[in-house]
T-cell receptor, first 110, second 115 residues
Framework: QKEVEQNSGPLSVPEGAIASLNCTYS??????FFWYRQYSGKSPELIMS????GDKEDGRFTAQLNKASQYVSLLIRDSQPSDSATYLC??????????FGSGTRLQVQP | DAGVIQSPRHEVTEMGQEVTLRCKPISGHDYLFWYRQTMMRGLELLIY????????DSGMPEDRFSAKMPNASFSTLKIQPSEPRDSAVYFC?????????????FGPGTRLTVL
């Protein structure tokens, strides 16, 4: 079992819809959770970080964490074509280094 | 700040040659990470440093790979000899954990092609 699992997609949503991206992780001692966005040919950039159970909102983005279920999600409201990218879930088990999922490719259709 | 700087941005070399990738972290950052990204394996951590000291190199695929951080503003990742399976995008990232945040900032990457 991979340490961080994501559906590779592509996830296709119409412009203006809510995109829901999911991630599960295997190590129960994981402490910090991150969502990175990566455009084709570019480097990953941080979208959201979350450390405690519940929801965290930042503009159109909401991260959700459920440590009991070992589940992290990212919701993107009012999706725009510019949101089309690969979204990487990353987990820190406390050793300061990140373990990344394989990423979910999101396509927002105009 | 200029962000994390990597050079070269593209490298094409022949099998058996030595390859050196370079990274300048964001000034003041205390952690430096080297990652490799391929379609098959995704983004993998190779090695990371804290205050110039290697902390975990368990991700380095084999002895052909080595990394150094001689000072706080410079790190190298060397592959000798290179093989076609080393072809990938290599990212360097840095963070300022002592400052209370663990956000990693990635450089633009080096696209390595080994023929």
């Amino acid at each position: 079992q991979k340490e961080v699992e994501q559906n590779s997609g592509p996830l296709s949503v119409p412009e203006g819809a809510i995109a829901s991206l999911n991630c599960t992780y295997s190590d129960r001692v994981s402490q910090s959770f991150f969502w990175y966005r990566q455009y084709s040919g570019k480097s990953p950039e941080l979208i959201m970080s979350i450390y405690s159970n519940g929801d965290k909102e930042d503009g159109r983005f909401t991260a959700q964490l459920n440590k009991a279920s070992q589940y992290v999600s990212l919701l993107i409201r009012d999706s725009q074509p510019s949101d089309s990218a690969t979204y990487l879930c990353a987990v820190d088990t406390g050793r300061r280094a990140l373990t990344f999922g394989s990423g979910t490719r999101l396509q927002v259709q105009p | 700040d200029a962000g994390v700087i990597q050079s070269p941005r593209h490298e094409v070399t022949e099998m058996g040659q030595e390859v050196t990738l370079r990274c300048k972290p964001i000034s003041g950052h205390d952690y430096l990470f080297w990652y490799r990204q391929t379609m098959m394996r995704g983004l993998e951590l190779l090695i990371y440093f804290n205050n110039n000291v290697p902390i975990d190199d368990s991700g380095m695929p084999e002895d052909r790979f080595s990394a150094k951080m001689p000072n706080a503003s410079f790190s190298t990742l060397k592959i000798q000899p290179s093989e076609p399976r080393d072809s990938a995008v290599y990212f360097c990232a840095s963070s300022f954990i002592a400052g209370g945040t663990d956000t990693q900032y990635f450089g633009p990457g080096t696209r390595l092609t080994v023929l």
